[in-house]
């Protein structure tokens, strides 16, 4: 009996509660039902090389979602070139007054220009490795062109930095 326990889809065995002393007056069989188990599939969000138009797009919602709003005082937008072999991917990002700025292409009227090249742009946006970005910038591998003055204070202010739940949720759709 305790065999056909272990064999799939049995449903168990009836039983009988006579009244032996505890009050039941139960003498009908009751079969066991085992519950049912409904599996649901894990959901995995799709990967995309980094920097793509599909990483854009998904990287866009993400930071919708989970950007926290900038305070309206800070305005600093800054223009990106990032340096993949013999390409070189433009996109801006920041904030103005209390507006997250994210995109494909350079702004008109930016506070500054960041060049970088692609390892360095992974470790910085998708790793969320700030030192890894100062590092760069000593060494000369981040360049910066325009307002300096402004990204030092935004610095300084607390700005530069991403929520732990956007730098997670980057790195879920990065390959």
Known sequence: MLGDALLPGYRGHPIRLDNGGCGSTASDAVPYDAPSHEYQEAVVSDKYPF??????????????????????????????????????????????????????GALEGADLTMSTDIDTAR????????????????SGKVRVQGD???LMMAQAGGGGGTSPALTEALQGITE
């Open 51 to 104: 920097l793509s138009d599909e990483w854009f797009d998904a990287a866009d919602k993400l930071i919708k979602e989970h950007a926290p709003a900038a305070p309206p005082s800070t305005n600093l937008v800054m223009n990106l070139e990032v340096a993949d072999g013999d390409k070189t991917v433009k996109f801006h990002m920041g904030s103005k007054d209390g507006d997250t700025l994210f995109g494909k």
């Open 123 to 138: 470790e910085v946006f998708i790793a969320g490795n700030q030192q890894a970005g100062m590092q760069a910038f000593m």
């Open 148 to 150: 300096m003055t402004k």
